[in-house]
C-alpha cells in the first residue's frame, strides 16, 4: 500500500521499539524516525532521522512534506513524574504536539494518527478493581489531565472532521531496550537493571501497590493491530482500555528472585507514591478484546524470564573487552 510513517519522540522507551518494528514490517526507508535529541544511538543508526520537535508545527509539517508522510505515531510525552515537576511544561508540550498532529490531519497533510494515553487518566475516584472502559475519570498528575483532555479532542476530530485517530491507555510498559524516563511505573523497569547489575534495589513505592503492567512486545502488538484493524472496528475514538497483567512491587521481587536468589530489595517511598495510589490496580479492557482482537501473551514470569536473560547479556557483553 506504500504507506510513509513517521514517529515523533522516536527515541524514547516505546518510540525506539515500535520504530524497529515499523521497519521490520514496512520496509526501513518508509519509516522516519524523529525526535528533538540524537542521543539514542542504536536508535539514529537504525536508519532514516530526523530532528523534529514535537511543540512546533512547522517543523512536523515540512518533514511530513519531505518524506510525503500519511501516518503519524506521537509518541512523544512528558510523563507523570516529571509532570509533576514541571506542570505548565507538560501541559505545554503534551496538548501542543497532538493538536499539531491532528490539526495536519484535519487538513489533509497526513491520513492516520496513533496518539498514546494512559493508566494516568483515571484518579481516586475512580473504581479501581478491574477498572471499566467508561468511569469515573478525575485525573490528578498534569500528565493524567492531557491524557483525558486529549482523549476528548481525539474523539472531537474523529467525529467532526473525520479524523482517523486511534488510541490505547497504555499500562505502565516494561522492557530493556530503551529506558523509560519520568514515570511512575519506571520502578518496574529500573528493578531489573538493579537486580542484574547489583542484587540489590530501594523501590520509591510501598510493596503492596498494584498497578496495571505490559511487557514491551505485547504493547507493541497492541498499537500495530490496532492500527491495521479495519477503520469500522474501531469504534472508540477517544482511547481504548488495554490490560494485560498486574503486580505489586513485592510480587515482582519475589519473581525475580525466582532467577535471583540473593536478590534484595527495599522500600523508600517518594512523592510518586501519591500518584501509584491515584491509578487503578487492575483494567477491564474487554471492548479491546472483542471489537479488534486484542491479546496479550507475556505474564509476569514471562516478562522477568525475558528481562533478566536480554540484560544478563547486555551488561556482561559490555564487561568483555572489545580487543
Ligand atoms: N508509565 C506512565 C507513567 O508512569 C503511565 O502512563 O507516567
Known amino acids: 500500500m506504500g504507506s ?19 521497519r521490520d514490517l514496512y520496509g526501513r526507508d518508509n519509516v522516519i524516525a524523529s525526535d528533538i535529541s540524537d542521543n539514542n544511538v542504536d536508535l539514529v543508526n537504525s536508519g532514516i532521522f530526523e530532528f523534529v520537535d514535537a511543540k ?33 511544561a507538560a501541559w505545554d508540550l503534551n496538548m501542543s504536539s497532538l493538536f499539531h498532529v491532528l490539526n495536519l490531519a484535519k487538513d489533509k497533510f497526513i491520513e492516520k494518527v496513533f496518539w498514546p494515553s494512559s493508566i494516568a487518566v483515571f484518579g481516586t475516584t475512580t473504581p479501581a478493581l478491574y477498572t471499566p472502559q467508561y468511569t469515573v475519570m478525575e485525573p490528578s498528575t498534569v500528565y493524567g489531565i492531557t491524557k483525558q483532555v486529549g482523549e476528548r479532542w481525539c474523539e472531537y476530530y474523529h467525529k467532526n472532521y473525520g479524523v482517523d485517530v486511534r488510541s490505547l491507555r497504555y499500562p505502565g510498559i516494561i522492557s530493556w531496550k530503551t529506558k523509560p524516563g519520568g514515570g511512575t511505573t519506571d520502578y518496574a523497569v529500573e528493578i531489573y537493571h538493579e537486580a542484574v547489575t547489583k542484587k540489590f534495589y530501594s523501590c520509591f513505592l510501598k510493596p503492596d501497590t498494584e498497578l496495571p503492567m505490559m511487557f514491551m512486545d505485547d504493547a507493541i502488538k497492541a498499537t500495530t493491530d490496532i492500527m491495521n484493524a479495519h477503520p469500522n472496528t474501531i469504534k472508540i475514538r477517544s482511547s481504548y482500555n488495554l490490560s494485560a497483567v498486574s503486580f505489586t512491587p513485592r510480587e515482582l521481587a519475589d519473581s525475580i528472585k525466582k532467577h535471583i536468589p540473593d536478590f534484595e530489595i527495599e522500600y523508600k517511598p517518594d512523592y510518586r507514591q501519591d500518584i501509584a495510589n491515584s491509578w487503578p490496580k487492575s483494567i477491564n479492557d474487554s471492548f479491546a478484546r472483542e471489537q479488534w482482537g486484542w491479546k496479550h501473551n507475556f505474564k509476569l514470569d514471562d516478562i522477568t524470564k525475558e528481562m533478566i536473560f536480554q540484560l544478563d547479556q547486555k551488561y556482561n557483553d559490555a564487561k568483555i573487552p572489545s580487543n
Open 56 to 88: 512546533d508545527y512547522e517543523s512536523i509539517k515540512s518533514c511530513v512534506e519531505k518524506y510525503s508522510i500519511d501516518t503519524i505515531y506521537l509518541m512523544a510525552a512528558m510523563l507523570s513524574a516529571t509532570g509533576e515537576k514541571h506542570p505548565m
Open 4 to 22: 510513509k510513517i513517521l514517529i515523533i519522540g522516536a527515541s524514547g522507551q516505546i518510540g525506539s521499539e515500535l520504530t524497529y518494528k515499523l
